[in-house]
């Protein structure tokens, strides 16, 4: 079987933390969609380690760790990060497989996403001008590069056929990136990544699987980022609920076994897009401040609101989640009051139905308030040390989820996770 960890959110909500820790009782990490833009947060010895696009266990030497095909890599992110973790990681490059299905995104990809975004104005999405959106279209266009092909002796040609269409298309922009100057460094982090374990993923991870292997599929962003089901057209261009699994590593449904659904005890988003129970004032600014809300991989301040349960019940669904972690219940101390949007108004009409578009209309949140604990709860060790108002927070949490809370982290440290089973 193969269980699956995925945000069900809007992306930043400490998937990697959770994957460091679940790690331990895995034999294969994978990765299964997105690209650069992902950030995953890991503290190891002491030290902030943030990783875009290699998998969450690379820091336990018993774990093999998969880039799927679902996933696109940018040759010198990749490097860099390679770089940078390998003197943690001795088995590194032992341990650290990727498809040969994955695609490639090309420094040209950067440059169409940026004069994109830049010639879209105040309408901008708030890409993270990674090249992740062009590489997916090229994708599904059926005119992309995949890692398989910098093993081919015409590499150059076909990288050079799909620059010249890229070319074309930069054109009508008015605004153009240099982007020729980064091809020197994609050429020479494409020659590092050629001699990784490029495989064949989805034998490979069959045949793991039929050993007897565990698998985690690791997934970047979040649920409601989706590009089905999340806030469209302010999406990541990939699926980032549980199908996406599938699709991304090439394995069949039945074979999938406990999803994991990752939620902050608040809410958060990177960038533009609709968010109902986004607070404006002072309340946002403390809970910024409190969860040191600031982009990962970007730097950028995060909007800051109360959970919204009701976009979270539609991402459980969306994913049958089996088992909920709730992340950054220490961020919620010193808040006398909390808040949990319960339905919404819609031009007028109360719903618990997420709507086709949140972006036309007036939704406002319906809110229960809840009393706050007021004290630090990063100190407790076990579940029944937590505060009555904490627990019946988080009662409250799982009955109108219907699902039941099998984690709740309460701090940074790796050791401030209370298992609820």
């Known amino acids: 079987m193969i269980d699956v960890l995925l945000g069900l959110q809007w992306g930043d909500e400490g998937k990697g933390k959770i994957v460091d820790y679940l790690a331990a009782k895995y034999d294969i990490i994978a990765r299964f969609q997105g690209g650069p833009n992902a950030g995953h947060t890991l503290y190891v010895k002491g030290e902030k380690v943030v990783l875009h696009t290699i998998p969450s266990g690379v820091f336990h030497t018993h774990c093999l760790n998969l880039i799927g095909n679902g996933v696109v890599i940018d040759p010198v992110t990749l490097q860099k990060e390679l770089e940078k973790i390998g003197p943690l990681c001795p088995d590194l490059y032992k341990n650290l497989f990727v498809s040969q299905k994955a695609h490639l995104i090309l420094p040209s990809h950067r440059a169409l996403d940026a004069a994109s975004e830049t010639s879209k104005g105040a309408d901008k999405i708030g890409s993270t001008l990674k090249g992740i959106g062009p590489a997916y279209m090229d994708k599904t266009g059926r005119n992309g590069l995949r890692i398989g092909d910098i093993l081919s002796k015409n590499f150059k040609e076909k990288y050079d056929k799909l620059v010249a269409k890229h070319t074309q298309l930069l054109r009508q922009y008015d605004t ?153 219940t220490d961020v919620l101390d010193t808040f006398g009051e909390i808040k949990a949007a319960v339905a919404y108004t819609v031009d007028g009409v109360e719903t618990n139905e997420l709507p086709f578009d949140l972006c036309d209309g007036e939704v406002v949140p319906v809110y229960k308030a809840f009393s706050g604990w007021e004290k630090p709860v990063g100190a407790c060790k076990t579940y029944d040390e937590l505060p009555v108002s904490f627990k019946e927070y988080c009662k409250f949490v799982e009955n109108y989820l219907e699902t039941k809370i099998g984690y709740i982290s309460n701090g940074t440290g790796r050791d401030q996770l209370l298992i609820i089973e």
């Open 176 to 328: 153009i990136p240099d982007w020729q100057a980064w091809e020197a460094p994609f050429f020479e982090a494409v020659e590092k990544i050629r001699l990784l374990n490029i495989v064949n993923a989805e034998y490979w991870l069959d045949g793991h699987m039929k050993n007897g292997k565990k698998v985690l599929a690791e997934g970047a962003q979040g649920s409601m980022l989706d590009i089905d089901f999340g806030t469209y057209p302010f999406v990541t261009s990939s699926n980032t609920i549980a199908a996406g699994v599938c699709n991304g590593l090439g394995v069949a449904p039945a074979r999938v076994g406990e999803v994991y659904g990752i939620t902050k005890a608040y809410c958060t988003r990177v960038g533009g897009g609709p968010f109902p129970t986004e607070l404006n004032e002072a309340t946002g600014e403390a809970l910024r401040a409190a969860g040191a809300e600031f982009g990962a991989t970007t730097g950028r301040p995060r909007r800051c609101g109360w959970i919204d349960l009701v976009a979270l019940k539609y991402a459980v669904m969306l994913s049958g989640v089996t088992k909920l972690i709730v992340t950054k």
